[in-house]
């Protein structure tokens, strides 16, 4: 009975100790079509909500890293067909700020039903932990997948990172520093210090401190800086603002040297955050499954 206690107790301490987790709860996909509808009228947002098909089975909220002071969590999209099956994990954006993995659920459906196993972690945000603990957790999220290989049937030989907004940015910085087969970045810069860039505050906030200050940490956290050739083949799927891929040419350029592919697809007239909306969502989600089909990584049964 005293051991029962002590886990209670010890569960609703965690509890507490996670509620007092900061939180901005800014970026939702109603609060992007508040902000954008007054120019683009024709929004829908009914085919991009989350369907939950029959092919596919849900393993919510699983444990993938213990903090100690709370956990991190995912939700992963099986396939119900059996094999072994590819692996897409998914980076939601907000600023390194905000969002939360809810927002990629509609397209892990979608790839799911293609037949791969896509895994939407959560990871820390600058109001509770600074620059590298978002890639020091979206990292775990991949060694987690590899331990559990047997249990979920996923072919680690094939690994993609995909990412919007700043978890664009996640994905291609960690697609430089650790071995994954592809990467698709949805408006996500590559550099935080250049021409095209119009980072700030949100950036600052993340990295600890202006350009200024730590001029070391801004270029360090720019996946630019560390293209080479085990930089897998990478996706670019850009909106109007060229801000938002920041560096994106330079990187391609790169790659183009190592003898490694490389992709950029415009959303015309497209506001950032596209992939949230239609008429954009199914564009952006056949780039992407086009890509995955068409490149190293591959559903194997």
Same mark, same amino acid.
């Not at 059996?82 to 927002?103: E, F, K, Q």
């Given at each position: 009975m005293?051991?029962?206690r002590?886990s209670c107790?010890?569960l609703?301490?965690?509890?507490m100790?996670?509620a007092?987790v900061p939180?901005d709860s800014?970026?939702?996909v109603? +609060?992007?079509? =508040? &902000?954008?509808?007054?120019?683009y009228t024709?929004?829908?947002?009914? #085919?991009?909500?989350?369907?939950?098909?029959e092919?596919?089975q849900?393993i919510?909220?699983v444990n993938?890293?213990?903090l100690?002071?709370?956990?991190?969590?995912?939700?992963?999209?099986?396939?119900k067909e059996?094999?072994?099956?590819?692996v897409?994990l998914?980076?939601?954006g907000?600023?390194?700020?905000?969002?939360?993995p809810?927002?990629?659920?509609p397209?892990?459906?979608?790839?799911?039903e293609?037949?791969?196993i896509?895994?939407?972690p959560?990871?820390r945000?600058s109001l509770?932990s600074?620059?590298?603990?978002?890639?020091?957790?979206i990292i775990d999220?991949?060694?987690?997948?590899? +331990?559990n290989e =047997? &249990?979920?049937?996923i072919?680690?030989?094939?690994?993609?990172l995909? #990412?919007c907004?700043s978890?664009?940015?996640l994905?291609?910085?960690?697609?430089?520093?650790f071995?994954?087969q592809a990467?698709?970045?949805?408006d996500g810069i590559?550099a935080?210090?250049?021409?095209?860039s119009e980072?700030?505050?949100?950036a600052?906030q993340?990295?600890?401190?202006?350009?200024?200050?730590?001029p070391?940490?801004?270029?360090?956290?720019?996946?630019?800086?560390h293209?080479?050739?085990?930089t897998?083949?990478?996706?670019?799927?850009?909106s109007?603002y060229?801000r938002?891929?920041?560096g994106?040419?330079?990187y391609?350029?790169?790659?183009?040297?190592f003898g490694?592919?490389?992709?950029i697809r415009?959303?015309e007239d497209?506001?950032h955050s596209f992939w949230?909306?239609?008429p954009?969502?199914?564009?952006?989600?056949?780039?992407?499954i086009?890509?995955?089909?068409n490149?190293?990584l591959?559903?194997?049964y």
């Amino acid at each position: 009975m005293n051991s029962l206690r002590i886990s209670c107790a010890l569960l609703l301490f965690s509890g507490m100790l996670s509620a007092q987790v900061p939180r901005d709860s800014s970026y939702t996909v109603e +609060k992007t079509v =508040e &902000k954008v509808r007054k120019k683009y009228t024709e929004l829908d947002i009914e #085919g991009v909500k989350p369907s939950m098909p029959e092919s596919v089975q849900l393993i919510p909220n699983v444990n993938y890293k213990d903090l100690g002071y709370r956990q991190l969590m995912a939700n992963i999209f099986v396939p119900k067909e059996s094999g072994n099956h590819a692996v897409v994990l998914m980076i939601h954006g907000g600023g390194w700020r905000s969002g939360s993995p809810v927002l990629m659920r509609p397209m892990a459906e979608k790839l799911a039903e293609e037949g791969y196993i896509v895994m939407v972690p959560e990871y820390r945000l600058s109001l509770e932990s600074r620059y590298p603990a978002a890639v020091e957790d979206i990292i775990d999220a991949i060694k987690w997948i590899k +331990k559990n290989e =047997e &249990k979920l049937s996923i072919d680690t030989t094939n690994i993609a990172l995909i #990412g919007c907004s700043s978890g664009g940015q996640l994905a291609t910085l960690i697609g430089t520093k650790f071995p994954v087969q592809a990467v698709v970045d949805i408006d996500g810069i590559l550099a935080f210090h250049h021409p095209d860039s119009e980072e700030g505050t949100m950036a600052a906030q993340w990295l600890g401190g202006s350009y200024d200050q730590i001029p070391e940490v801004w270029k360090e956290a720019s996946a630019l800086t560390h293209v080479s050739k085990q930089t897998p083949p990478t996706l670019f799927i850009a909106s109007k603002y060229p801000r938002f891929l920041a560096g994106h040419q330079e990187y391609m350029q790169a790659l183009q040297v190592f003898g490694i592919k490389s992709e950029i697809r415009f959303m015309e007239d497209a506001p950032h955050s596209f992939w949230l909306l239609s008429p954009w969502f199914q564009p952006t989600l056949n780039h992407v499954i086009n890509f995955l089909n068409n490149t190293v990584l591959k559903a194997s049964y």
